[in-house]
């Protein structure tokens, strides 16, 4: 795993119940973000969601080798450019500041087995997509990192969702509008789409400090 820098604590809290409320679909949207530009010498396309002022989270690999940051959109058309402050290619992870950007900040809740909802994002031509899914398994995922290498196993969600190219970094909402993974994976039939789990959010942003821009990762 990245090793752990000076902790700002951001993940706790938003799985708090204090001071929460339900968000309602209209809410949640304010909350998505399109990473764009062009990184490695290849077109990004991914989603992404405020966890907090200027703060997004996304999923690491789309984000992977990009120097020059990624250019973030809001579903409103309001744009800016996300630096990489939080970087983790076993989790999957990864956290941008965006300077002069923000959005609703959505909370973190665990999932369980059979729960429903929709996998949120924003497409390329600035519309609202959901995806409906269902969770069928908590699981642990082994395997390799972003770049094919190690031995590593995170906690994640299997979903059936039929998800598109350009969702990775999207969050998989409840019905009450709270983040229960990033997606950042579909199996090969398709209808099978996996997310890392929101105890894998939160121990990742317990471990970094967001106001500190961090190297993110050679392209894959």
């Known amino acids: 795993m990245a090793p752990t820098r000076t902790v700002l604590v951001i993940g706790l809290f938003l799985l708090a119940?204090?001071?929460?409320?339900?968000?309602?679909p209209p809410d949640a949207a304010a909350s998505?973000?399109?990473?764009?530009?062009?990184?490695?010498?290849?077109?990004?396309?991914?989603?992404?969601?405020?966890?907090?002022a200027s703060l997004v989270l996304t999923a690491a690999h789309p984000v992977?080798?990009?120097l020059e940051g990624v250019i973030v959109e809001t579903l409103d058309g309001r744009t800016g450019t996300g630096?990489?402050?939080?970087?983790?290619?076993?989790?999957?992870l990864a956290l941008l500041d965006v300077k002069g950007l923000d959005g609703d900040r959505l909370e973190l809740a665990e999932a369980t087995v059979d729960d429903t909802g929709s996998i949120w994002t924003i497409d390329r031509d600035l519309g609202l997509k959901l995806v409906?899914?269902?969770?069928?398994?908590?699981?642990t995922a082994t395997g390799d990192?972003?770049?094919?290498?190690?031995?590593v196993?995170?906690?994640?969600?299997?979903?059936s969702a039929e998800i598109s190219p350009g969702m990775s970094g999207s969050p998989v909402l409840n019905r009450s509008g709270r983040i229960l993974g990033v997606v950042f994976a579909e199996s090969r039939d398709t209808s099978t789409s996996y997310a890392v789990a929101s105890s894998e959010i939160?121990?990742?942003?317990?471990?970094i400090d967001p106001r500190t821009q961090v190297a993110p990762g050679r392209c894959p």
């Open 145 to 151: 990192d972003i770049y094919g290498e190690g031995d």
């Open 17 to 24: 119940a204090c001071g929460s409320r339900d968000l309602s």
């Open 83 to 92: 630096v990489v402050v939080g970087f983790d290619p076993d989790r999957d």
């Open 132 to 139: 409906e899914y269902t969770i069928d398994r908590l699981i």
């Open 32 to 52: 998505l973000v399109r990473l764009g530009g062009v990184v490695c010498r290849v077109d990004l396309f991914a989603g992404g969601v405020f966890i907090d």
């Open 153 to 159: 196993s995170r906690r994640a969600l299997q979903l």
């Open 64 to 66: 992977a080798g990009s």
């Open 202 to 207: 939160e121990a990742f942003l317990s471990e």
